[in-house]
């Protein structure tokens, strides 16, 4: 693909497919049909995730109504109760949560909401958006099944300009009205097989879903072209190993795609290396790879890299993205990102789009990407060891919520 080719597929998908939604679908569907234009045939293959319909949403404090969303699968309710926000999470600030509405600072994760639950709270408040930005944008978020864990407390969303205005009135007391219509849909993964002269294969996964708000050119489509382009590599030259590429849904909703794949044993049998790619090919920033897997993989990505003119910034870690799933199952990943400062592209709201992207930088990246990828696929041994070291188990059990991280 070149940068034409590579920009017309950004305009073609420059809209919000959140997951398991029918633009999502529709996503899936044009990628499937890329797919068939390399002469590939590619699977669409569902798998359930929790959905909810919002039927009203509403938070009142000290009697003003203030604009809100309503979290999915937050349950139903119609609670008031005193207003307190949360500034520290030190014992004593969570001591006074009991028998309150609890406005917190950033997402809410599964510490944050068991830690509510602990100390008593009966409702939630996050925010989101930027004081200094014109818009007043909120983005829609859920409660998530593996956060609630069936313990559900109502929870909405506002815009960070009316939490600060909350702070500055000294809010007092907060009602907020949540009503929904919960139900069990349907996402999608988009998978491609091209067989190869072993039983072992490669997993190549990217995600193609979008947050509410967002378009998700760089968040993740990116990643979505840069597997395509891999894809149009191996469909014209030999591989030793067997490939399978997979556009994951759902990531953005708690890589939801990656895990329903992973579930089945028989999918990884003989996986031998996950290559996720998450973010490239925007105008600024940085080449990142993060390795969950054996330490020396760091320096062999590096040289790699700079044997083709492609700085690198390698490290060994856990990703926020698909390929954790891959390494939390004992299969070696690697996810690759070209990482924008923040005031040159943010993620995960409505800025995200095909200003962000440059399709010479997106054919410049996925050229790596084809080098790297060649050299594992044609491997007459794979050279990563098929093991998780200590160190990164430690950090999956952290990231997946098994194990408390240390402050």
Same mark, same amino acid.
């Given at each position: 693909?070149?940068?034409?080719?590579?920009?017309?597929?950004?305009?073609?998908?420059?809209?919000?497919?959140?997951?398991?939604?029918?633009?999502?679908?529709?996503?899936?569907?044009?990628?499937?049909?890329?797919?068939?234009?390399?002469?590939?045939?590619?699977?669409?293959?569902?798998?359930?995730?929790?959905?909810?319909?919002?039927?009203?949403?509403?938070?009142?404090?000290?009697?003003?109504?203030?604009?809100?969303?309503?979290?999915?699968?937050?349950?139903?309710?119609?609670?008031?109760?005193?207003?307190?926000?949360?500034?520290?999470?030190?014992?004593? $600030?969570?001591?006074?949560?009991?028998?309150?509405?609890?406005?917190?600072?950033?997402?809410?994760?599964?510490?944050?909401?068991?830690?509510?639950?602990?100390? !008593?709270?009966?409702?939630?408040?996050?925010?989101?958006?930027?004081?200094?930005?014109?818009?007043?944008?909120?983005?829609?978020?859920?409660?998530?099944?593996?956060?609630?864990?069936?313990?559900?407390? %109502?929870?909405?969303?506002?815009?960070?300009?009316?939490?600060?205005?909350?702070?500055?009135?000294?809010?007092?007391?907060?009602?907020?009205?949540?009503?929904?219509?919960?139900?069990?849909?349907?996402?999608?993964?988009?998978?491609?097989?091209?067989?190869?002269?072993?039983?072992?294969?490669?997993?190549?996964?990217?995600?193609?879903? $979008?947050?509410?708000?967002?378009? !998700?050119?760089?968040?993740?489509?990116?990643?979505?072209?840069?597997?395509?382009?891999?894809?149009?590599?191996?469909?014209?030259?030999?591989?030793?190993?067997?490939?399978?590429?997979?556009?994951?849904?759902?990531?953005?909703?708690?890589?939801?795609?990656?895990?329903?794949?992973?579930?089945?044993?028989?999918?990884?049998?003989?996986?031998?290396?996950?290559?996720?790619?998450?973010?490239?090919?925007?105008?600024?920033?940085?080449?990142?790879?993060?390795?969950?897997?054996?330490?020396?993989?760091?320096?062999?990505?590096?040289?790699?890299?700079?044997?083709?003119?492609?700085?690198?910034?390698?490290?060994?870690?856990?990703?926020?993205?698909?390929?954790?799933?891959?390494?939390?199952?004992?299969? %070696?990943?690697?996810?690759?990102?070209?990482?924008?400062?923040? %005031?040159?592209?943010?993620?995960?709201?409505?800025?995200?789009?095909?200003?962000?992207? $440059?399709?010479?930088?997106?054919?410049?990246?996925?050229?790596?990407?084809?080098?790297? $990828?060649?050299?594992?696929?044609?491997?007459?041994?794979?050279?990563?060891?098929?093991?998780? %070291?200590?160190?990164?188990?430690?950090?999956?059990?952290?990231?997946?919520?098994?194990?408390?991280?240390?402050?």
């Amino acid at each position: 693909m070149d940068a034409k080719q590579i920009m017309k597929i950004f305009e073609d998908t420059a809209y919000v497919r959140m997951g398991g939604t029918v633009e999502e679908l529709k996503a899936a569907e044009y990628l499937k049909a890329k797919c068939a234009e390399l002469g590939l045939n590619a699977e669409i293959v569902p798998f359930d995730v929790d959905m909810a319909t919002i039927q009203e949403a509403k938070l009142l404090v000290d009697g003003q109504e203030i604009t809100c969303k309503g979290y999915f699968n937050a349950g139903n309710a119609e609670l008031e109760a005193p207003f307190y926000y949360l500034r520290s999470t030190d014992k004593y $600030s969570l001591s006074q949560c009991k028998g309150k509405i609890v406005m917190v600072d950033g997402y809410m994760g599964y510490w944050m909401y068991q830690d509510l639950l602990e100390n !008593g709270a009966v409702g939630f408040i996050t925010y989101d958006g930027n004081v200094n930005y014109a818009d007043r944008d909120i983005d829609q978020r859920e409660l998530r099944s593996h956060v609630h864990k069936g313990n559900k407390i %109502p929870g909405v969303n506002i815009n960070a300009k009316d939490a600060v205005k909350l702070i500055s009135a000294g809010a007092k007391t907060a009602k907020i009205i949540l009503r929904q219509h919960e139900y069990v849909g349907q996402s999608h993964n988009v998978v491609v097989d091209m067989p190869g002269l072993v039983d072992e294969y490669i997993a190549f996964t990217a995600h193609y879903d $979008s947050t509410s708000l967002s378009q !998700g050119a760089y968040d993740n489509m990116s990643g979505s072209v840069g597997i395509l382009g891999i894809a149009e590599h191996f469909a014209k030259n030999p591989h030793r190993y067997g490939l399978r590429f997979i556009w994951c849904g759902s990531e953005e909703r708690g890589l939801l795609g990656a895990k329903a794949y992973c579930a089945n044993e028989e999918n990884l049998k003989n996986c031998a290396l996950n290559i996720n790619l998450d973010m490239i090919g925007c105008i600024m920033g940085k080449f990142i790879a993060c390795a969950t897997a054996e330490e020396k993989l760091v320096g062999y990505i590096e040289y790699v890299g700079m044997e083709n003119g492609m700085a690198v910034a390698a490290r060994q870690g856990v990703y926020s993205s698909d390929s954790t799933p891959f390494a939390d199952k004992g299969v %070696p990943a690697i996810s690759f990102a070209r990482l924008a400062p923040p %005031p040159t592209g943010t993620i995960h709201n409505s800025y995200d789009t095909i200003a962000l992207m $440059s399709g010479e930088q997106m054919a410049e990246d996925i050229r790596f990407l084809v080098a790297f $990828s060649d050299r594992m696929a044609n491997a007459v041994r794979m050279p990563v060891a098929k093991e998780i %070291p200590e160190n990164m188990k430690e950090k999956l059990d952290e990231y997946l919520t098994r194990k408390r991280p240390k402050k």
